[in-house]
């Protein structure tokens, strides 16, 4: 059972970015999931939110700290066992290790945020039985990190007695898992899962509409490009095994 994600958002630069993927995909990945208590990977490529979440979008709270930005153009997560896997060896120890070739391509990416993710709980959306395989992750996603500015137990409440369950009535939605940062800032971080990023933009805007939903999003703040929407990219859906 996964209940721990390493994340990493990025940017990369249009020059050598085939060559990027084609190592990422074919070499590091690999690498990854053969050590002792990852479960699972994937990498996902960000896209345009929809119109009318840009809209909603437009309207949260923002930080403009710089030291809480990223890039905004991909996503990569790292299932694990537990958090303790990512930190025995940690990441600045795995940075140590690395390979001419690895520091080469991970050199490239622009403004990257790496996060350890501890998994609280997690629901089942109505689309669950959609899943391509059992630890694949969903064909879209949106994820979001931010603070509660003290009000963490009303964001928790919020989350639990109303968020998760209507996630659970939502057409298209595949899942969600809400999420404490174990390193790095802010504090809180969701994971929504969908059929597609055309089935989140339908359905996802009537999760927005309710009066406990804008109470909350009057004191989270967010760093610059959160929440973020994004399609897989690996595994390349139909290729699954």
């Known amino acids: 059972m996964d209940r721990a994600v390493w994340a990493i958002i990025y940017d990369l630069p249009e020059e050598g970015r085939d060559e990027y993927m084609e190592w990422f ?16 990977a994937a990498h996902y490529e960000v896209k345009h939110p929809g119109e009318r979440f840009e809209e909603i979008a437009a309207r949260l709270n923002r930080t403009d700290d710089p030291e809480l930005a990223s890039g905004a153009g991909f996503i990569a997560l790292f299932g694990g066992e537990t958090t303790r896997v990512f930190y025995d060896p940690s990441p600045a120890q795995l940075k140590e290790r690395q390979n001419e070739e690895t520091r080469e391509m991970t050199g ?31 064909p879209a996603i949106q994820m979001g990190r931010y603070d509660a500015q003290g009000n963490d137990e009303d964001l928790q409440a919020w989350y639990a007695q109303e968020r998760m369950a209507r996630v659970a ?56 490009g959160s929440p973020l929407a994004a399609s897989r990219i690996w595994p390349p859906q139909g290729e699954v095994s």
Do not use: F
Not at 121 to 130: F, H, I, M, Q, T
Not at 188 to 203: F, G, Q
């Open 169 to 224: 009535d939502t057409p298209g939605c595949m899942g969600a898992r809400k999420y404490l940062v174990a390193t790095a800032s802010p504090k809180h971080s969701v994971l929504y899962e969908y059929t597609s990023l055309e089935a989140r933009e339908a359905n996802y805007i009537a999760l927005e509409e309710t009066e406990g939903t804008k109470r909350v999003h009057g004191y989270l703040v967010h760093p610059p």
């Open 108 to 138: 490239m990416r622009i403004q990257a945020r790496g996060l350890i993710l501890c998994e609280e709980w997690r629901v089942e959306g109505p689309d669950a039985d959609k899943r391509e395989a059992p630890g694949v992750m969903a």
């Open 25 to 40: 995909h074919g070499v590091h990945i690999p690498e990854k999931l053969a050590r002792p208590g990852y479960t699972w």
